[in-house]
């Protein structure tokens, strides 16, 4: 099972509270490591945000998030590339070794087009996040979430973009929930190797309530967490695990009961 | 543009429709192919079913569905393979060439299983198959669909698990819904070669509506069909061309209107 230390609470699972709510609650349950969003951030202000959280002593894990890439003028291809240079800094600032990107949502009907615009938007900001020590994480979705979130949608495919820079600066983020059904996961994982710069772990309920809020806590659902979370250690991965779940029902769910939960089922399952 | 002698009409399109009606609106529209649901023929009986068949004229493109293969049980797992064995048995009395396997949901959490239980369902009834002259055309469902419905999700999957079998009476059917994010797929298409069964399209709208009954009408979503149905004709397959759709919408539309714009849309966007 996975050590608790390796927790890192990914604050979009307890939707309902603010930074400071979120960073007192991981205090109060002795989590050691938080992931952060840039708008529970910008609600407070970065300087604000940069303060707390080196007051209270916790680690970040990431931030979540750039990308969003593919844009239908070169214009708007240009502000999402700035959005992303700003968001390197504001990781610098925070402290968060690593930037999630969510690639973004198709253009059009141009997949291939598509997915050409996410290669350039990271050759764009690489040489940023390289000065900067910032690690950029390609997050593979779902590929249900292909024309309405994110083009990169196979650990092989984020594996491959990745490779086209280097190694220390790019890298995968692996979520279980967009990946764990790929026939291919434990080969791509292996090969992922020295490329595996985070973690996600949720579950996939059966049914599926929602496309869009529908995964839920760990151990609710059918993914293999513990095999997974195994073969991500093997392939060289130590860092740490972060919780994140968007789901209506838990967001509904008192902050203090989820976290709770969470750490047990964390312990018991992943 | 596709040609509409290849338009093939699945019946799950008019869902609210007997066999009897949608033969008699494919002879009204002029539509020479027909999809079968075993669950319409049942309605009717198959006897009849096979007269009316024979009466219209109608060539049938398949018989959906088989497959359904991993169970708990060896009990179970066996049962699924004779009522296999049974479709196998409509679909030469109802001159389908092809039965459509849907492999069939998980069992439990084991994933790796459940594929192997889909690989030994197939070695089972292949024979079978091959002697009342019926191929067997695996098809990749969308991996949201990996938990209840499908274990088989990627059409390179799909392919690796046919290869496994004679070329002559185990390939793959393509349905466009299922794979157009596939970041292989043009490659992985012309890999299918030679095992390419059948072609099923329909479009992706966004946002998805629903995962179920999500997908709709050609050229209400994103999906690049003619790029896709012209890179299935590249790599060799003649055949018909299966529109099936899964809608509520639709489904409460009168089923003339929807023949009408269905026969519309696949001359302009198929």
């Known amino acids: ?37 840039r708008n529970k951030v910008d609600q407070m202000g970065l300087p604000i945000a940069v303060q707390l959280i080196r007051e209270s002593g916790l680690a970040v894990s990431s931030l979540c998030r750039g990308g969003g890439f593919p844009a239908a003028t070169p214009q708007e291809r240009q502000e999402r590339i700035e959005d992303n240079l700003r968001a390197i800094d504001e990781a610098e600032e925070l402290g968060a070794p690593l930037l999630v990107l969510v690639c973004g949502a198709m253009t059009g009907r141009d997949l291939v087009g598509s ?12 040489m940023h996040a390289r000065e900067r020590g910032i690690k950029l994480g390609i997050e593979p979705l779902h590929p249900m979430y292909t024309a309405d979130r994110s083009v990169i949608v196979t650990l092989k495919q984020a594996r491959e973009m990745a490779s086209q820079f280097q190694a220390e600066t790019v890298g995968v983020l692996i979520d279980v929930f967009h990946v764990w059904h790929d026939p291919d996961l434990y080969q791509e994982i292996e090969k992922t190797r020295g490329r595996i710069f985070g973690l996600h772990v949720s579950d996939w309920p059966v049914p599926l309530p929602d496309v869009l809020l529908g995964r839920t ?11 997974i979370r195994c073969a991500v250690d ?25 976290i709770e939960l969470m750490k047990r089922r964390f312990v018991e399952c992943v």
């Open 1 to 37: 099972m996975a050590d608790l230390k390796r927790l890192s609470f990914n604050q979009i699972t307890v939707n309902s509270w603010t930074l400071e709510q979120a960073v007192a609650g991981c205090v109060r349950h002795g989590i050691r490591s938080i992931g952060l969003w």
């Open 115 to 126: 997915r050409q615009m996410v290669r350039d938007g990271i050759a764009a900001i690489e």
């Open 217 to 227: 806590m760990m151990d609710d659902g059918v993914i293999e967490l513990a095999r």
């Open 234 to 258: 093997a392939a060289g991965y130590e860092g740490p695990i972060e919780v994140e779940i968007f789901n209506q029902g838990i967001w509904d769910q008192p902050g203090d009961a989820v």
